[in-house]
């Protein structure tokens, strides 16, 4: 299912935010939290996984991979947690490696990233990417040695071109820019509550 530019019309303006100031990062993970506490508990990423139209197993994997992989990063000076909550203020601390760095340190967005991903990776189409650029830029995105951020970006990039690509295999770059500011997530369950 993917997101036309037209829905994409009203993304939201990084560091428009006044809880979470320019950490646009904090902004892509609020839709998970459903209760609106600050905190996302695996529960609350299985049922958004599930609202923007991932599979119960895809669903099921993200909220334990996720919330155990991000709460200790998240959670600095705090003992374990059994729920394993992700707390959205520190979401920052929790960056991997492997990205391609359109959120910098403090999970701000930066433009001139975002810009190269498609400068860089689009060779068919100058505003989005196919599956063999997708491929490309993963690679290209590689720190050396550094496994888990290989695997998360991977797995990152593959849900969304799962959900965001259109009826020819293509990414587009509006849809894109939705998931960093976490309106796309918005848009995908809006379309599915419409189905």
């Known amino acids: 299912m993917a997101i036309s530019s037209k829905s994409l019309a009203s993304v939201a303006v990084p560091g428009n935010n006044p809880i979470h100031g320019d950490n646009v990062l904090a902004k892509h ?4 939290d459903k209760n609106k506490d600050g905190i996302v508990y695996p529960w609350e990423t299985f049922k958004g996984f599930r609202a923007i139209g991932c599979g119960i197993a895809l669903s099921s994997a993200a909220a334990v991979i996720i919330n155990a992989g991000l709460s200790s990063k ?5 003992g374990f947690s059994i729920r394993f909550p992700i707390e959205i203020k520190n979401i920052a601390l929790a960056k991997h490696g492997s990205d391609t760095g359109v959120y910098d340190p ?3 967005f930066v433009p001139s990233k975002f810009e190269e991903i498609f400068s860089k990776h689009a060779h068919t189409y100058r505003d989005a990417l196919t599956g063999e650029e997708l491929k490309e830029m993963l690679k290209a995105n590689r720190v050396p040695k550094d496994y888990a951020g290989w695997f998360a970006a991977y797995i990152e990039w593959r849900v969304l071109y799962d959900l965001g690509k259109d009826k020819k295999g293509l990414l587009h770059k509006d849809t894109v820019r939705g998931v960093y500011d976490g309106s796309l997530f918005e848009k995908l369950e809006n379309e599915r509550r419409k189905i």
């Open 74 to 78: 998240t959670r600095p000076g705090k």
């Open 106 to 108: 403090q999970g701000r």
């Open 29 to 32: 993970v609020e839709f998970f």
